[in-house]
């Protein structure tokens, strides 16, 4: 069920540089299934995947337009490297509605296009944005070569995962 609301002014600033040719805002509702872990704040990395046959009964109750499946991801930085549970994602086959991936930052592009492959369409890559650009920052003479910096810094970290997500060579 969509949100009975509409964004009336969107502003998006990209400089010089173009990141879509075409941008589309929605705003959905969408719930999770399962506990995606937490790193940010130094909480357990441990996630409680998600129950498949929940999830299809979940789905079949309600009208979310997307869900985030807890897999074995976790939100923020991974002490390791993360060990997720794509047979969850296979149970889940055949699967109508848009699957959701929390806590992208860490895993690997090989990874990332088998989650897509098996339902992921919405991933979400932000620490990996936060630590480009707090490390693109450092160094910088002044404000306006930061912000440069660090403009190019996002930039190149969406540009990376787009290719992934799209099955380019990143």
Do not use: W
């Amino acid at each position: 069920m969509a949100a009975a609301f509409t964004l009336t002014d969107v502003s998006l600033h990209y400089s010089e540089k173009q990141l879509l040719s075409h941008i589309s805002i929605t705003i959905s509702e969408g719930d999770k299934i399962g506990v995606v872990g937490r790193t940010e704040s130094g909480g357990d990395q441990q996630a409680l995947c998600a129950d498949p046959a929940q999830a299809r009964q979940f789905l079949a109750e309600t009208q979310v337009d997307a869900l985030a499946v807890a897999i074995g991801n976790a939100h923020g930085v991974y002490a390791g490297t993360p060990k997720l549970r794509f047979d969850v994602l296979e149970q889940l086959q055949p699967v109508d509605t848009p699957l959701v991936l929390h806590g992208g930052t860490g895993i690997s592009d090989g990874d990332f296009r088998r989650c897509i492959r098996l339902g992921m369409t919405k991933i979400n890559i932000a620490t990996a944005t936060f630590q480009a650009v707090t490390l693109a920052a450092q160094g910088a003479p002044d404000y306006f070569e930061m912000a440069k910096r660090m403009q190019d810094a996002a930039y190149a970290v969406t540009m990376h995962h787009l290719r992934v997500f799209s099955g380019e060579e990143a």
